[in-house]
């Protein structure tokens, strides 16, 4: 035999072997993105970074396929991806598994698949995923990822143990049609994070099966689930079967403290207007335009709110020095924890009955005022029922609030001549609010509300005249509050009734204050005041008011 043939007989040797060893190596045949794994070497590692209109299919056991930022797998027919027993499908943002008829990725009669998803996997038709007859298998879907079908988008079957946790978007395009389907699979949990969307029911023929809720305390949702499900919030929330339910309590929760907010604000008015002489046989109308900021934040077992309050109040002298007519106006806008903000509109009307005991230094003062609210309220829920898995629901309602109070006070000098002068007060106050029936659009109702709470307060109050015209006092006060009657509150969820308990109804505030007034040469007075007010409520911030007040004598 020559040389040369020798050489060309090696070489076609040659040129076999290194094709045997092309079409057996696992990691060099999954570039052709056909069948993943084959053989019994170790479980390949698989990252598709180009597009590919080929179907991946595990031939082996614990391969991990990852598609790429902008890479997309695209398969005209079934199953873009059929997957193996402990195999893991990673999806990360920007990428794509597309089935153009059904079945993006199939899973069935296979144990521990792992799908984590932050991209996009999608059927235009039926099941973009199907784990039916699978057992602990687990979907995770990210924020920002979207797992979307035409029909069952998640399909699990005679499944035992699946895991799906979202944080994203799981969606149908047909409302009608089940966005989860569990069949009759047994012992799933599905939990919904805070920001998931689920657009579609969910549903299940099974048993055992746990759907959960972690969307934050006091966030709202409703969700149309068929079948038996055990409902559990992680948050806090109190969740409601007939379907799957929680709302928010912060629109019963703040009445009496927006209430007692309210009562202070008042009587601290009366106080300041009380302090001014009175001038006989002028007519007089004392006008404080107010406002004020109030924050509580956030607990295990309270909502956290921000509110902002302004108005006016208005006295006039109907009989001087026995007799005054009161009005006030307030507007109060109330943003709370989970996404729900409640516009409040009240007026009060009443008198007021300066000194109807009068001992020189001690005095005795009281009033009575009564009068309507009217509030609009708007929530943002979580809702499988819309083609954005969120809706808004507003409310618009009436309430009915009526304030008394009374108190005595003792002023002492040290002598005539002395320019400071130091009052101690002390009082009762008692407020009622009625909150009719309403309906919070669609979903939720809240039953009628009778609330009575009452309050004892004690303070001190330096007053120093600095000129004839210019006085400045500085006050401190402490407070206790307590609800009496209407801690309880019964409402529904798609005409389930539940009643939910105040929890905070005992409240002990302290307040200071700073003010300065100036009397003008028609008797006229003009004045300011701020306080700050510190409640033992849970992580509250506290609430600070100013006070602007012009009283005009004629």
């Known amino acids: 035999m020559s040389i040369k043939s020798s050489f060309r007989k090696s070489f076609f040797r040659l040129l076999i072997a290194i094709t045997v060893v092309l079409c057996f190596t696992p990691s060099i045949k999954l570039a052709y993105g056909v069948n993943l794994g084959a053989g019994t070497g170790t479980p390949p590692t698989v990252t598709i970074s180009a597009d590919t209109t080929n179907q991946q299919t595990f031939d082996q056991a614990g391969v991990t396929l990852t598609i790429e930022n902008g890479a997309t797998i695209t398969k005209t027919g079934n199953q873009a991806v059929q997957a193996g027993t402990n195999s893991t499908i990673i999806v990360n943002s920007g990428g794509t598994i597309n089935a153009t008829n059904n079945q993006a990725i ?32 687990i979907i995770t879907n990210n924020v920002g990822g979207l797992i979307t079908a035409a029909t069952n988008t998640i399909f699990a079957s005679q499944s035992s143990g699946l895991t799906i946790t979202n944080s994203g978007t799981i969606s149908v395009e047909s409302l009608s049609s089940d966005a989860i389907d569990l069949g009759n699979g047994t012992g799933a949990t599905i939990t919904l994070k805070n920001g998931s969307l689920i657009i579609g029911k969910i549903s299940t023929t099974g048993t055992g099966n746990k759907l959960q809720f972690d969307h934050g305390f006091g966030r709202a949702y409703f969700y149309e689930t068929t079948g038996d499900f055990i409902l559990e919030d992680l948050s806090g929330n109190t969740v409601v079967k007939g379907s799957a339910g929680s709302v928010g309590q912060g629109a019963n929760e703040t009445v009496d403290e927006l209430l007692g907010m309210r009562s202070y604000n008042l009587r601290s008015t009366l106080k300041r207007y009380s302090a001014f002489p009175k001038k006989s046989g002028k007519k007089e109308i004392y006008a404080e335009p107010f406002s004020y900021y109030s924050k509580r934040g956030i607990s295990s077992s309270v909502l956290g709110y921000d509110t902002y309050g302004y108005g006016l109040t208005i006295i006039h002298p109907l009989l001087p020095n026995k007799l005054d007519l009161v009005a006030t106006l307030e507007k109060n806008e109330l943003e709370l924890q989970g996404n729900h903000d409640i516009s409040n509109t009240n007026v009060l009307v009443g008198i007021n009955v300066p ?147 105040d929890k905070q109804f005992r409240q002990a505030t302290v307040s200071a204050k700073l003010g300065a007034n100036y009397t003008m040469n028609n008797s006229s007075i003009a004045y300011v005041n701020i306080d700050s007010r510190f409640s033992n409520y849970a992580k509250s911030k506290g609430t600070y008011g100013a006070y602007v007040g012009l009283r005009l004598a004629f």
Not at 107 to 135: L, P
């Open 106 to 137: 199939a899973a069935q009669a296979n144990d521990t698949t792992i799908i984590i998803n932050s991209g996009t996997i999608d059927a235009d038709s039926n099941f973009s995923i199907a784990v039916n007859q699978t057992t602990n298998a």
């Open 355 to 501: 000194d109807f005991i009068n001992l020189g230094p001690l005095k005795a003062s009281g009033f009575f005022l009564a009068g309507a609210g009217h509030h609009e309220g708007k929530r943002k829920i979580f809702t499988n029922t819309t083609t954005t898995g969120v809706l808004d629901v507003t409310s618009d309602y009436t309430s009915y609030e009526a304030i008394t109070g009374t108190h005595a006070s003792y002023s002492y000098k040290a002598s005539p001549e002395s320019k400071n002068t130091l009052t101690t007060e002390v009082g009762l106050t008692i407020g009622h609010s009625t909150v009719k029936a309403y309906s919070e659009s669609e979903h939720f109702s809240w039953k009628k509300r009778n609330l009575t709470q009452g309050s004892i307060h004690l303070g001190e109050q330096l007053t120093s005249k600095i000129t004839d015209k210019l006085a400045v006092t500085v006050e401190g006060e402490v407070e206790g509050r307590t609800v009496f009657t209407g801690r309880k509150q019964a409402y529904a969820i798609n005409g389930t009734t539940v009643e939910s308990r």
